[in-house]
Structure formats: C-alpha cells, structure tokens
C-alpha cells in the first residue's frame, strides 16, 4: 500500500503559475509510471501527464509546453510546474501511482486548482 498527499493547488490568474507536490509515504521506486489527472465540474477524469521511473515523460496535447512533471525517487515526491495556465485548467488535480510489477494503482485525494480572469 502506498498513501498519496498532494499539495500545492490554490487559486491563480490566468497566466500566472503553480507547482502542485505528491508526497509518496514510502519508497516510489516500484512505481511508474506515475501520473497527474485532473477533473473538472461535470466532466471526466482526465490524464494530464505521465513520468516512469527512468524519467521519461508524456502529456496531454492540452497542456504540452505549458505543463512539466517530474519526479524525486530519493524524497517520493512528484511534482507538475504549471506554467501560463488557462482556465480550462481549472480542476482537481490528482496524483496517481501504478505498481510496474502487481499492476495495483493508487490516488491522492486531490488539490482545486482554480484560474481565474
């Protein structure tokens, strides 16, 4: 079992930036990928980017070159840098884990990102 915590979501103007954290409550290393989704009011949870173990990354088109993740496996943290947000971004962002070897997966309980005009 593993505990995801995220952090770091707020209220921002559009243009502006955050950083959203996922702490891991033990070692990340077996995890990957790891990802963030997002939900906004009234629509589906959607994948908004991926990070393996190794580091390789995969976004959403929506968020390519505006959005980075990444990870820390020696502190079990992953994080998301959203730059130049919009406010189609806005949404609950939640931190997701998969095992590679037992296939379970895992999620936090989410963090409101809020852009406003």
């Known amino acids: 079992q593993v505990q995801l915590v995220e952090s770091g979501g707020g209220l921002v103007q559009a243009g502006e930036s955050l950083r959203l954290s996922c702490a891991a409550s033990?070692?990340?290393?077996?995890?990957?990928?790891m990802a963030w989704y997002r939900q906004a009011p009234g629509q589906q949870r959607e994948l908004v980017a991926t990070?393996?173990?190794?580091?390789?990354?995969n976004y959403a088109d929506s968020v390519k070159g505006r959005f980075t993740i990444s990870r820390d496996n020696a502190k079990n943290m992953v994080y998301l840098q959203m730059n130049s947000l919009k406010l189609e971004d806005t949404a609950v962002y939640y931190c997701?884990?998969?095992?590679?070897?037992?296939?379970?997966?895992?999620w936090g309980q989410g963090t409101q990102v809020t852009v406003s005009s």
């Open positions: 990070v393996t173990t190794n580091g390789d990354t």
């Open positions: 997701n884990a998969r095992h590679r070897v037992t296939g379970a997966t895992y």
């Open positions: 033990r070692n990340i290393f077996t995890l990957s990928p």
